[in-house]
């Protein structure tokens, strides 16, 4: 029946369903650092060129080119007033009419290159150069008001604290607060073992700042404690990303009580703000993660070394899409604030992505939801239930919903699609312990021997005594091992998993892979009794 219904309306497929395409921004002829949105449709964006570039974030038309500069421009941001500010390798910042394009002033000072600018909100600006000072001007004017002197190493980013003050980030492993009418130096934050990347403020007498020690901290402006302490670490940091080589570049607040950050560890980290307690790792970038940024809406985004964007839900750490597209690193990514995001790239284009490629599908919402009319309507009416965005099996499968699996089958459904973790529909199943499922998907004739991107067949996933022996009962390879040296066996033996033990000993798994030292006594009991029968 619902493969009739499909082939009935084969004629209005795709009449319903938006581009995947994204818009892309050529023009720069060198690495494109950073993007930010105006607010009234436009971007502008910072390139290795020497420019700067106002853009049409629907048609992707190039509508002012920003020339000047004689050095590459690492920055650029939003005044709000009409104009925009840029910082360069030329050690100066210049203030521009983003409409005209005209160079209002070129705001100079500065003996090294300026690494960052920031607004302060009252008409003026404060520059962080490798100079090792921050300079605070009129923009208006262009005069230079205060020299922050006190760093001994170059500036990397400087951030205004709302109230007067500024925060600045240093290679001397510090950060400063400083008095931005009086250039006074109100405290020096220690604690960091490594240069600091980035300072963020958190808008409560706060503010959060990243490392190459691996580490982010975040500190009381006032006193300049630092706030949190994670347990068996009395260093009062946020530890989780690796030491070393594998930095922090970047730290952003999702408005909610929890911070994110973005490591060269490949890594982004979800954090309580409150606790310091690290909620979520979100593994699956393949290089370094360059920047992160919050969507407003329970998602984030981040932007790395391996040409990808990946959409994530904060709060299950479930990576919801993978934008490609980009044939080098990803600097930055930016939300437009109308849906979309806009990526920054080494390959010299800009990218703005529909807000559909990330945004829950209708057809994913009716999936989830059991809704079987609305879901074969929806699919004759276009959508690719074997898209890479939709994956509509694994949906259902993720949300227990048999019968629009039965019904996905019925129409086609590739029983073997994966996500971009690799995991195919009956892995899910297996993992998740829906049976009936499970059960469905085998008589479907899912292959049982299927792996993941870790090498996780569904045995090896499996913590369901049942399922374990439908799997076996119907074939699967009772000594399958992934990756990282894991066993269905050896799983479940560190998972104290008694009756699954006892099943996968009877019908002969190899209990050599267990390892004593992670498994409780009673397990051992049990491998040592099995061993001595032998």
Known sequence: MYKNNLEQNAGSLGNNVESDEPVVLSGHTDYVHSVIALGDG??????????VRVWDASSGVCLRVLEGHTGAVWSVIALGDGRLASASNDKTVR??????????RVLEGHTESVADVTALGDGRLASASLDNTVRVWDASSGVCQRVLEGHPWGVNSVTALGDGRLASASGDNTVRVW????????????????????????????????????TVRVWDVSSGN?????????????????YGRNAVWS???????????????????????????????????????????????????????????????????????????????????????DGRLASASYDATIRIWPKHLFKPSELYTNIKNGNLPKVLELINDGYDINSTKEKSLLVACKHNQLSVVQMLLGLGADIEIKDIQGKT???????????????E??????????????????????????????????????????????????????KNKIDIVKELIKRGANVDIVKLAEISAEIRALLSAYKQNQ
């Open 42 to 51: 436009r971007l502008a964006s910072a390139s290795n060129d020497k420019t």
């Open 95 to 104: 203030v521009w009419d983003a409409s005209s394009g005209v160079c209002l």
């Open 179 to 214: 008095d931005a009418l009086s250039g006074v130096c109100l405290r020096v934050l220690w604690g960091h073992t490594g240069t600091v990347n980035s300072v963020i403020a958190l808008g409560d007498g706060r503010l959060a700042s990243a490392s190459n020690d691996g």
């Open 226 to 242: 630092c706030l949190y302490v994670l347990e068996m670490d009395t260093n009062r940091v946020w530890k989780g990303h690796t």
């Open 251 to 337: 730290v952003t607040a999702l408005g909610d009580g929890r911070l994110a950050s973005a490591s060269n560890d490949k890594t982004v980290r979800v954090w309580d703000a409150s606790s310091g307690v690290c909620l979520r790792v979100l593994k699956g970038h393949t290089e370094s993660v360059n920047s992160v940024t919050a969507l407003g809406d329970g998602r984030l985004a981040s932007a790395s070394g391996d040409k990808t964007v990946r959409v994530w839900n904060a709060s299950s750490g479930v990576c919801l899409c993978v934008l490609e597209g980009h044939t080098n690193i990803v600097l930055s990514v930016t939300a437009l604030g």
């Open 425 to 439: 529909a009956l892995i899910y199943a297996c993992k998740m312990g829906k049976l009936n499922i499970v059960k």
């Open 441 to 494: 998907l085998l008589i479907n004739g899912a292959n049982i021997e299927a792996t993941d991107n870790n090498g996780n067949t569904a045995l090896i996933v499996s913590k369901k005594l049942e399922i374990v022996q439908v799997l076996l009962n119907n074939g699967a390879d009772i000594d399958a091992i992934n990756k990282e040296g894991y066993t269905c066996l050896r799983n479940v033996s560190i």
